[in-house]
């Protein structure tokens, strides 16, 4: 500030000394001494030619800035310009009427008869949906898109967008099917299950032929005139897709081609407050589900008829089914069974009431059943002998659906029956040894059921071979191979397979291969099976013809 004030001063001091110096030029000039008046005129020639040249470089300086300025212009009018060509040529390009909308605006900015389209619009029946779609764009700037109708067009797309400060609409009219939709509509044609749609009035605006055909409607514009529904309710349905409830699987019966089918109606809404209906035919599987009930009601009943105690869980592990003789059995609630427990949580309680056999490893053992659920093959076969002496026999196998059966025997009665019979036998087969004569008692079969020591000795076998339970003919081949062949084994297959076994009741006498004399006697026991007793004669024969040829020595004597 210091410099600029020194210089300015230095420049006014030198002016002074100029003005000081053309006052003298000009008193020379008229050959006389400088007076007030010529230092006077002196400085008004300086400050006029000051001013000549300042005037000057100011006109110069203004010059280059209004043509820095004209060239500025000229940019962005070309720039403007240029903006201006391309919005029109994409507004031209956009197959849209565009309507720009805002406060600012006198009215509506309109291309391609956007603003017609629009009071169309506002005047069709979509009228009252789309104003207040507008009134939220123009207020809150919300976009949106949705349909609309027209007097001459059935169809006009209106999408709404804020762009800068104003609003702009984009009115696309509908005129014909885009090869994709005329695709998409030869579907819908071809399709076997009705499809439909509906305007908001409920009444049908398209359907299939499917549709026509099981509504036994003539063509689409004969719909359109009766007005039919698939279903019973089938306009109930559509009216509470309308109100936002879309319908999904709803299953109802109707009779098409004099057949009645089951239907799955599905309805959803569209744009356009319409609404578009598709019945798939679930007939057969309607069949299947009743046949599958009344088949699990069959077994439910068989199983309820069978006297032993079963038990069918499924993939889950939860208790499907079981019958009364299970519950009997276990002494199980009927209503905790009912509410499906676990295959664990029946253990755990059968575990509890000291229901289920002792276990060195309780959890490895309940593993080892859990285990059926992962395999589809093997079995188990236990036997449990459990408090109070019931002894139970539990058979476990896995089902093709992934669960296991279970089923309870109780073979209490079985083992102390078996006891008896293997006690009863026993004593039996004391009894015969006990005897002299040779025992053995043949089944309707025709094999060896049992026999005493006196039969294996007399005939020459072995415990071994005789343990087997060896046929009458096996038997008769090992007695021809030791002893040689006759007519003794030959008489006891008769008698065994005889219709009339009386014939067989008396004693025989036969003399076998090695010349030993028998007494054979066959007896019909209970349940087809045959007794036949072996007495050896041989010496009671030979001590009787002893006697006899002394007898008859004696009388020739006398």
């Keep these: 500030m210091h410099g600029l004030f020194n210089v300015v001063f230095g420049a006014f001091v030198r002016l002074l000394g100029w003005t000081s110096d053309l006052a003298d030029a000009l008193a020379g000039l008229v050959h006389r001494a400088a007076a007030p008046g010529d230092i006077m005129l002196a400085t008004i020639v300086v400050a006029s030619l000051l001013v000549c040249v300042l005037g000057c470089a100011w006109a110069f300086i203004e010059r280059g800035r209004a043509a820095t300025a004209r060239y500025i212009a000229s940019g962005q009018l070309a720039r403007a310009q240029s903006e201006i060509r391309f919005r029109e040529a994409v507004i031209q390009a956009v197959p849209e009427a565009i309507v720009i909308m805002g406060a600012d605006l006198a009215s509506p900015v309109s291309y ?3 603003s017609a389209l629009l009071q169309a619009c506002l005047a069709g029946p979509d009228s009252t949906a789309l104003a207040a779609k507008l009134d939220a764009l123009l207020e809150t700037g919300q976009p949106f898109l949705t349909d609309a109708r027209t007097a001459r067009h059935a169809f006009v797309s209106v999408q709404g967008s804020v762009v800068g400060s104003r609003a702009a609409l984009f009115l696309g009219i509908e005129n014909g099917a885009s090869e994709l939709d005329r695709a998409l509509k030869g579907v819908l044609e071809a399709m076997p299950a009705p499809v439909w749609i509906r305007d908001k009035a409920l009444d049908l605006v398209w359907a299939n ?9 003539q063509s689409l514009d004969a719909a359109r005139e009766t007005n039919p529904q698939l279903v019973r309710g089938e306009r109930d349905l559509s009216s509470a897709t309308l109100e936002g409830r879309d319908v999904v699987g709803e ?4 009779t098409i081609d004099g057949a ?7 309805i959803t809404r569209l744009a356009g407050a319409q609404v578009a209906g598709f019945a798939l035919d679930v007939t057969e599987t309607a069949q299947g589900s009743a046949q599958l009930t009344l088949s699990a009601d069959a077994q439910a009943d068989m199983l309820d008829h069978v006297t032993s105690a079963v038990a069918v869980f499924g993939a889950d592990r939860k208790l499907a089914s079981f019958n009364a003789v299970f519950a009997r059995l276990w002494d199980l609630p009927q209503v905790w069974l009912e509410s499906h427990p676990t295959l664990e949580d029946i253990f755990d309680r059968l575990r509890e009431t000291r229901r289920l056999p002792e276990q060195r490893d309780f959890p490895a053992w309940r593993r080892l059943h859990l285990a059926l ?7 188990l076969d236990e036997t449990w002998h459990v408090a109070g002496g019931a002894s139970i026999r539990v058979r476990a196998y896995p089902h093709k659906l992934g669960g296991v059966h279970y089923v309870f025997e109780d073979i209490g009665e079985m083992l102390r029956l078996s006891t008896s019979l293997h006690m009863l036998t026993a004593v039996q087969r004391a009894t015969l040894d006990t005897l002299g004569d040779g025992v053995a008692i043949f089944g309707p079969d025709g094999r060896l059921k049992m026999h005493n020591d006196a039969f294996a000795e007399l005939w020459h076998f072995s415990e071994d071979e005789l343990a087997a339970e060896p046929h009458m003919a096996r038997v008769a081949a090992l007695s021809a191979t030791r002893i040689g062949r006759d007519s003794v084994w030959s008489m006891v297959s008769s008698g065994v397979t005889s219709g009339e076994p009386q014939r067989f009741g008396q004693w025989g006498r036969v003399t076998r291969a090695d010349g030993r004399i028998l007494s054979v006697a066959l007896t019909r026991l209970p349940l087809g099976a045959t007794l036949v ?9 030979r001590f009787n013809a002893a006697m006899q040829g002394e007898g008859d020595a004696g009388m020739a004597v006398a």
């Design 260 to 266: 009645r089918r089951a239907l799955s109606i599905d």
């Design 251 to 254: 299953r109802r019966y109707t």
């Design 209 to 217: 032929r499917a549709f026509l055909a099981a509504t036994g409607a």
């Design 112 to 114: 391609r008869g956007g």
């Design 533 to 541: 007793v072996f007495e050896d004669l041989t010496d009671v024969e």
């Design 373 to 379: 659920f992962e395999t589809a093959q093997g079995e």
